[in-house]
Nanobody
Framework: QVQLVESGGGLVQPGGSLRLSCAASGRASGSISGINDMGWYRQAPGKQRDLVAR???????NYVKYAKGRFTISRDNANNTVFLQMNNLQPEDTAVYYC????????????WGQGTQVTVSS
C-alpha cells in the first residue's frame, strides 16, 4: 500500500509563495512499475475537488488555466516526491490541497494524501 504525505501548506499574504511537497512511501500493489502520474488537486469550502496540475513519470506536466504561469509542478522520481511551487497566490487559491498518484500512466486517484491547508489572506 502506498502512503502519500503532504507538507508545506500554511497562511500566506496575497502575492506570496508556498511550496507544497508530497512524499510517497510503500509499495503500489498490483503494479509492476509502481507509481506513474502524480498530481495536485484542491478543494475549497463548499466546492468539489478539482485537479490543479499533474506530471508524468517522464516529467510531462499539465496545468489548469488559472495555474499556468503561477504554479510549477515537479517531481523527484528517485525519492517518489512531487512538488507544487505556487507563486503570486491570491485569496481564491485558498483551499485544501491534495496529492494524488496513479499506478497506470495517464491516471490519478489510486492513492490520496490527507491534504494540506493553504490560506491566502492579508
Amino acid at each position: 500500500q502506498v502512503q502519500l504525505v503532504e507538507s508545506g501548506g500554511g497562511l500566506v499574504q496575497p502575492g506570496g509563495s508556498l511550496r507544497l511537497s508530497c512524499a510517497a512511501s510503500g509499495r503500489a500493489s498490483g503494479s509492476i512499475s509502481g507509481i506513474n502520474d502524480m498530481g495536485w488537486y484542491r478543494q475549497a469550502p463548499g466546492k468539489q475537488r478539482d485537479l490543479v496540475a499533474r506530471i508524468s513519470r517522464g516529467g510531462n506536466s499539465n496545468y489548469v488555466k488559472y495555474a499556468k504561469g503561477r504554479f510549477t509542478i515537479s517531481r523527484d522520481n528517485a525519492n517518489n516526491t512531487v512538488f507544487l511551487q505556487m507563486n503570486n497566490l491570491q485569496p481564491e487559491d485558498t483551499a485544501v490541497y491534495y496529492c494524488s498518484a496513479g499506478t497506470s500512466p495517464g491516471t490519478l486517484g489510486d492513492y490520496w494524501g490527507q491534504g494540506t491547508q493553504v490560506t491566502v489572506s492579508s
